[in-house]
């Protein structure tokens, strides 16, 4: 299985909701990545996990919160958020946080009202 | 701090004819380098990677890099585009330990 997926393909939310985005890979990477893409931008870093522990956090609003339960899980609590963070968010793994050859999902797109 | 400059926006090339995208890094050393490919609303693919080793680098879909140090490049090319290939392309660096940093992207269009 060379595969990451991502739940729910799409979602809307209210700016008051929380809701939660679900990453899944079998390859036994023991990194694990979420990125945020705006349309027509490349992807930027938001979180890295290495070892189910958080690695980098790239200076995220905490109303963005990031949780690794396995090696084989990476979830984004969504809380409060705003119109502007509406985007595609994308989730990767790779074998190691060195090796950083990444398998990216197929994202979430999410909007937010 | 390491960068990476894609300078075409946008290409747009003949179905049949080749195809190259140009990719500069900037970086003390020399890091990890890839080009991903990513269809509209879709996750990125690799395409292809650069370690080390022969400068010249097969991918999948027909693709191939070289890798330049001198001209700290990296850029993509294809001998013939099919209608397919039309998409986004980004090039990617990452130093040991380190994160990623992609390129703005270049938008591939295909004409029939």
């Known amino acids: 299985d060379t595969e990451v997926t991502q739940t729910p393909k799409h979602l809307v939310m209210g700016m008051t909701n929380k809701k939660s985005l679900k990453c899944e890979q079998h390859?036994?990477?023991?990194?694990m990545y979420w990125y945020k893409q705006k349309a027509k931008k490349p992807p930027e870093l938001m979180f890295v996990?290495?070892?189910?522990?958080?690695?980098i956090n790239e200076s995220v609003p905490s109303r963005f919160s990031p949780e690794c339960p396995n090696s084989s899980l990476l979830n984004l609590h969504l809380h409060a958020l705003q119109p502007e963070d509406s985007a595609l968010y994308l989730c990767?793994?790779?074998?190691?946080?060195?090796?950083?050859?990444?398998?990216f999902g197929p994202g979430t797109r999410l909007t937010v009202l | 701090a390491q960068s990476v400059t894609q300078p075409d926006i946008h290409i747009t090339v003949s179905e049949g004819a080749s195809l190259e995208l140009r990719c500069n890094y900037s970086y003390g050393a020399t890091p990890y380098l890839f080009w991903y490919v990513q269809s509209p609303g879709q996750g990125l693919q690799l395409l292809l990677k650069?370690?080390?080793?022969?400068?010249l680098v097969q991918g999948i879909k027909g693709f191939e890099a070289e890798f330049k140090r001198s001209q700290s490049s990296f850029n993509l090319r294809k001998p013939s585009v099919h209608w397919s290939d039309a998409a986004e392309y980004f090039c990617?660096?990452?130093?040991?330990?380190?994160?990623?940093?992609f390129g703005d992207g270049t938008t591939l269009t295909v004409k029939p």
């Open positions: 996990y290495s070892y189910e522990k958080l690695s």
């Open positions: 650069y370690f080390s080793g022969d400068t």
């Open positions: 990617a660096v990452c130093i040991i330990g380190g994160k990623s940093t």
């Open positions: 390859m036994g990477h023991r990194a």
């Open positions: 990767a793994s790779s074998r190691l946080q060195d090796n950083n050859e990444q398998f």
